[in-house]
T-cell receptor
Framework: DVKVTQSSRYLVKRTGEKVFLECVQDMDHENMFWYRQDPGLGLRLIYFSYDVKMKEKGDIPEGYSVSREKKERFSLILESASTNQTSMYLC???????????FGSGTRLTVV | RKEVEQDPGPFNVPEGATVAFNCTYSNSASQSFFWYRQDCRKEPKLLMSVYSSGNEDGRFTAQLNRASQYISLLIRDSKLSDSATYLCVVNPRTGGFKTIFGAGTRLFVKA
């Protein structure tokens, strides 16, 4: 089975801190994604990457950046955390042209 | 109007009941459709793809109505373990990146 691993399950950070969320997949998938999930809003795409060093903005990229230096790793960076970035963050990966995503177990980030 | 809309529920049904969820989408050019299941405090997992001809997987049946721009999920003989949130997922094109997730429909199956 494809496994997508997110480095932290729960995280509490202070406003203004720089935050790194790490995601690693073990099945050589080309595509990787970062979503945030908020009640009533569903999953919203922050950034995605279809190859090493390639990145594309999703629907809500403001306040975030990403890094993909290796195929298996896709990092989400909150440059200066704010309270409105308190959310569940989900990483996903998929094969090129595949129909479904495999998600990591999520990181619940609280910014205080 | 949201691009993908679902009734948030919750749907409360007894074991053994049949329950159906609908989901509407706004982009008539959408190409691929899915249902995902998300358990409480867990990640979404692919339940099934939705094909134009409809498809069935055990107690689960998915249908697509392109003319009316909705997809449906029917669960027969509900089990306690079916309790979860069901996410409707629409992709503007097959294999594309702009997948859109609905906010989900919550289902509670009670003994």
């Amino acid at each position: 089975d494809v496994k997508v691993t997110q480095s932290s399950r729960y995280l509490v950070k202070r406003t203004g801190e720089k935050v790194f969320l790490e995601c690693v997949q073990d099945m050589d998938h080309e595509n990787m994604f970062w979503y945030r999930q908020d009640p009533g809003l569903g999953l919203r795409l922050i950034y995605f990457s279809y190859d090493v060093k390639m990145k594309e903005k999703g629907d809500i990229p403001e306040g975030y950046s990403v890094s993909r230096e290796k195929k298996e790793r896709f990092s989400l960076i909150l440059e200066s955390a704010s309270t409105n970035q308190t959310s569940m963050y989900l990483c996903a990966s998929s094969l090129l042209g595949a129909k479904g995503y495999t998600f990591g177990s999520g990181t619940r980030l609280t910014v205080v | 109007r949201k691009e993908v809309e679902q009734d948030p529920g919750p749907f409360n049904v007894p074991e053994g009941a049949t329950v159906a969820f609908n989901c509407t989408y706004s982009n008539s050019a959408s190409q691929s459709f899915f249902w995902y299941r998300q358990d409480c405090r867990k990640e979404p997992k692919l339940l099934m793809s939705v094909y134009s001809s409809g498809n069935e997987d055990g107690r689960f049946t998915a249908q697509l109505n392109r003319a009316s721009q909705y997809i449906s999920l029917l669960i027969r003989d509900s089990k306690l373990s079916d309790s979860a949130t069901y996410l409707c997922v629409v992709n503007p094109r097959t294999g594309g990146f702009k997948t859109i997730f609905g906010a989900g429909t919550r289902l509670f199956v009670k003994a």
